[in-house]
């Protein structure tokens, strides 16, 4: 859900370790903390996202009316990567004297986002801030059978909807001062959440555990294997690098680490997507899905080069924050 | 839900406006904006609020503990406001550098509230400020039957839980430069939310319309009317101010206007709350029940002075923000 340049790095680690210990779940809840969205009887899934100028976004590159898109996007891919189907949003939001009229586009990017998925805000909270815009989102969505993290097995293929890196390219583009070429720009300022993909997914059986493309495809493979208590396995030469990489230096840490995708990462039985699936799918959604590596045995994420040498570990990167243990 | 002396004036009417004017909700969805939470099927209730260091908290003032409690205490009381049980709460910080210490203490607070009503920590997102601390604490809860701010009927009774004012007062003191009194402080700092007082009222079926008071007896009063589409009047006589106004200048307009009480205003059927009810409450609860006033036909606020002048409509004061649009 962020953007890589500005992590917190290791300052926070005592606070992620303070809620990983957390008390057991009251009755009425399914999942609590660590997934990307907790779960509630019967089949309420509930997240919550912070987008904070500065931080997630950048009103030099993306507009008001774009960063709000954007950041219901971001909660919504949450919503996706558990297989639920969004009901609406909550969004709170805090605003600098003077930016009334960026909170009003803010507001209805968010609005026009979730209204897409004949969901509704249902509210939130409204005040003003003494520093940047500041927002989180809600998102409350319903699966009566949840994808999680964990749901991964040994043998297990694992798969990726879409092109990745595109979005962190952009961002390299807009730090080094020149603005990124249209197909960058709009991976980073317009990710499509794939909630309808992910649903397609649930109903046909093709996907047992998944995660969306936040932090980079690294990082969130360490999480989806740290969860489901496996090693991820990745093979770089099957990475579906965005079109817009092309030539571009750095493509593949910018897919491992960039962040930003809002991809889904998803592990299924071994032939649940078969050819056919494959192309039905494609077709459906005009959305490419590939299969990147596979879970096994272990634990990390360690990635065959596209040259051929052996497998090696892949360093986390990505943004290491409190999202993984929601 | 907000110290007042930092309130966002008019600037934001037209978000409000904006947010006023939303598409009809989806199936699934029992209540959108305009009440103190949300409510969809078949009884969850969510609600989230902000919480941000030099609005809603100032760390001169209180320890990064207690502003963790009193958000989620300001976030429960919405709960309560609700008639709604707490499941959990999902908690959403962003942290400016070399605070990680203050957030931890901030989560410590979070966690003992919800965990003290048997609820959890859900999940939440955690990631760095470049401003000041932002919290937004989001609260799940359940109701089989809500209880709305649009339930009362004319002639109801208005009664308020506990005394009012007295953390207006204690704000008003720091901002004089002088530390409040304990009893002042305690009600600032750690105020109760009435998880419980509220069960039982609707239990008993002494409570048809409630809201929380955040805002300060008038707004929310108003909020309360306008929902209600009825007016209110109240008698200033019989407002309990908290015992630490006891000869403090202006203790009418503090508990008017002050906010950050986080007790119920809440309208019942005439003699639904009997004297042995009320006799019942205290006991039960250790905690005063007082009759403040009456819902009639018409619109807004009036208030009979206690010394037996005409009633005058008072003129909205507190906080006005998007929070009574949710």
Request: with cysteine; charged share 20%; hydrophobic share 45%.
């Given at each position: ?18 809620l ?19 779960v ?6 509930i ?107 040994p043998?297990d ?9 595109g ?38 059986e ?121």
């Amino acid at each position: 859900v962020t953007t890589p340049p500005f992590g917190p790095g290791r300052e926070f680690d005592r606070i992620r370790a303070f809620l990983r210990d957390l008390s057991p779940m009251p009755a009425g809840v399914l999942l609590g903390p660590g997934d990307d969205a907790a779960v509630l009887e019967p089949d309420l899934v509930i997240s919550t996202d912070l987008a904070i100028e500065g931080v997630h976004f950048d009103l030099d590159w993306i507009t008001p009316h774009e960063a709000g898109r954007r950041a219901a996007a971001a909660a919504l891919s949450d919503l996706a990567a558990m297989g639920a189907a969004p009901q609406g949003l909550l969004a709170s939001l805090a605003l600098p004297p003077g930016s009334a009229e960026a909170g009003e586009a803010l507001m209805s990017g968010i609005r026009a986002r979730i209204e897409a998925f004949g969901g509704a805000l249902l509210g939130g909270d409204l005040t003003r801030s003494p520093g940047p815009i500041f927002l989180d989102i809600v998102a409350v969505g319903r699966a009566s059978t949840p994808l999680l993290r964990s749901g991964g097995r040994p043998g297990d293929e694992l798969w990726v909807t879409g092109h990745l890196g595109g979005a962190a390219a952009a961002v390299r583009n807009w730090q080094a001062g020149s603005p990124p070429p249209d197909a960058l720009r709009r991976a980073y300022a317009d990710p499509e959440p794939r909630i309808l993909p992910a649903l397609w997914l649930v109903g046909r059986e093709c996907a047992r555990a998944a995660i969306d493309l936040s932090d980079g495809l690294a990082g969130d493979a360490a999480h989806l294997a740290a969860a489901s208590g496996l090693r991820v396995e990745l093979d770089a030469a099957s990475i579906p690098f965005h079109p817009g990489l092309a030539g571009v230096e750095g493509a593949l840490e910018l897919a491992l680490h960039g962040g930003d995708d809002y991809e889904l990462l998803f592990a299924c039985r071994p032939g649940a997507l078969s050819p056919e699936g494959v192309e039905e799918f494609r077709r459906t959604f005009d959305l490419e899905v590939t299969r990147v590596g596979l879970l096994t045995t272990g634990k990390g994420v360690v990635l065959s080069p596209a040259d051929g040498g052996p497998a090696r570990p892949v360093v986390r990167g990505g943004y290491d924050h409190f999202h993984d243990e929601r």
